[in-house]
């Protein structure tokens, strides 16, 4: 607990599990008045970053850093893209591939991991969202500003979001 001003207060919590807690304080000022205040709160998880996609091919890229990276645990097994592509010049050939013959099969390829320092192109045949758990920031936590890095030549790179939250059509 920490005082910002006369009569304000910085509270920072830290590691809440996903559950209902109840937070209670006791106050008593310079004149001997004291105040007991109880409040309930739940700790929720963030519902899953939603990217809505179009029969074809889509040129996308994730606001902040999957929790899983693994490409096969950031777009399910149950998801209808079949291919997903992006380029790195800092990698070996500069294209780097995931295909699968259907939904339900396993990604194989060069591209492994999902990054929110990479733009990607996803070929499907539906319009099914693609849907993705990000990582958060807690309260208190210090980040710098996302970048990407570039090299000389052609680059395929992200849109960047510091809210972690938009979507642009």
């Known amino acids: 607990l920490k005082t910002v001003s006369a009569g304000k207060f910085l509270l920072s919590a830290q590691n809440l599990t996903l ?3 109840t937070l209670k304080m006791t106050g008593t000022d310079d004149a001997g008045n004291t105040l007991a205040v109880e409040q309930k709160f739940t700790v929720k998880e963030r519902p899953a970053f939603s990217l809505t996609l179009n ?3 889509n040129l996308i890229s994730f606001p902040g850093e999957p929790k899983t990276p693994a490409i096969n645990d950031a777009i399910p097994l149950t ?3 079949s291919i997903v592509l992006t380029y790195d010049p800092s990698e070996a050939g500069g294209w780097l591939t995931a ?3 259907s ?3 396993a990604f194989a390829g060069t591209l492994t991991t999902i990054k929110s320092s990479r733009a990607y192109w ?3 045949d539906s ?3 693609l849907k993705i758990s990000l990582q958060t920031l807690g309260a208190g936590t210090a980040a710098q500003l ?3 890095s570039l090299v000389a030549g052609w680059n395929l790179i992200p849109v960047l979001d510091v809210t972690g939250t938009l979507v642009f059509d």
């Open 55 to 57: 029969p074809g091919w």
């Open 103 to 105: 939904a339900g099969v």
């Open 19 to 21: 559950a209902e807690h």
């Open 79 to 81: 998801h209808k893209a």
């Open 122 to 124: 996803i070929y499907t």
């Open 146 to 148: 996302p970048t990407v």
């Open 127 to 129: 319009f099914d969202a």
């Open 99 to 101: 295909t699968r013959p």
